[in-house]
T-cell receptor, first 113, second 111 residues
Framework: NAGVTQTPKFRILKIGQSMTLQCTQD?????MYWYRQDPGMGLKLIYY???????DKGEVPNGYNVSRSTTEDFPLRLELAAPSQTSVYFC????????????FGPGTRLTVT | RKEVEQDPGPFNVPEGATVAFNCTYS??????FFWYRQDCRKEPKLLMS???SGNEDGRFTAQLNRASQYISLLIRDSKLSDSATYLC????????????FGSGTQLTVLP
């Protein structure tokens, strides 16, 4: 199993551009999450999904959108990129919530200039 | 007050030393507690869950004090490979049951 995969690994965007960060998991997990991690900071939840067709906002959703059309895929869309969105983005998945471990992808390093 | 607070360190310790990290959380209704490990420029990985009775996994011991809203991680006989950032993670309450991450404590084990 590949686990959680993310593409691209790195990206530089100009202010105002848009892009989609891809996330795929092959563990048949119902729950998927998008986090961002700024330097020296903890991870902050952007959006999450408890199953195909169901998404909800996390702590820092502004400037992002998500969709969950399949169990495997959970893309994150950035519209009108801003320098404040420069960060490392991690996708994660888990079988359930409360006590289940979250498995993280390798991350996407995004710079907006 | 931050929801989850950790001493950022860095902690620089010699091989074989015992080192302890502390973490406090602000929401007394928090349900679950974890320590994650994050290597430099890598993704976080679960190190261990933290139970009310305390739990041990080899050289690692985690403890929870609900009354003081305090979590600790003890590493005995430190190895070079223990060098990483250790994230204290708390699961909240409500429908989201979101994880809240501390900003991490950086550990470097020196030869």
């Amino acid at each position: 199993n590949a686990g959680v995969t993310q593409t691209p690994k790195f990206r530089i965007l100009k202010i105002g551009q848009s892009m989609t960060l891809q996330c795929t998991q092959d563990m048949n997990h119902n729950y998927m999450y998008w986090y961002r991690q700024d330097p020296g900071m903890g991870l902050k939840l952007i959006y999450y999904s408890v199953g195909a067709g169901i998404t909800d906002k996390g702590e820092v959703p502004n400037g992002y959108n998500v969709s969950r059309s399949t169990t495997e895929d959970f893309p994150l869309r950035l519209e009108l990129a801003a320098p404040s969105q420069t960060s490392v983005y991690f996708c994660a998945s888990s079988l359930g919530d409360i006590t289940y471990e979250q498995y993280f992808g390798p991350g996407t390093r995004l710079t907006v200039t | 007050r931050k929801e989850v607070e950790q001493d950022p360190g860095p902690f620089n310790v010699p091989e074989g030393a015992t080192v302890a990290f502390n973490c406090t959380y602000s929401n007394s209704a928090s349900q679950s507690f974890f320590w994650y490990r994050q290597d430099c420029r890598k993704e976080p990985k679960l190190l261990m869950s933290v139970y009310s009775s305390g739990n041990e996994d080899g050289r690692f011991t985690a403890q929870l004090n609900r009354a003081s809203q305090y979590i600790s991680l003890l590493i005995r006989d430190s190895k070079l490979s223990d060098s990483a950032t250790y994230l204290c993670v708390v699961r909240g309450v409500g429908s989201a049951r979101q994880l809240t991450f501390g900003s991490g404590t950086q550990l470097t084990v020196l030869p």
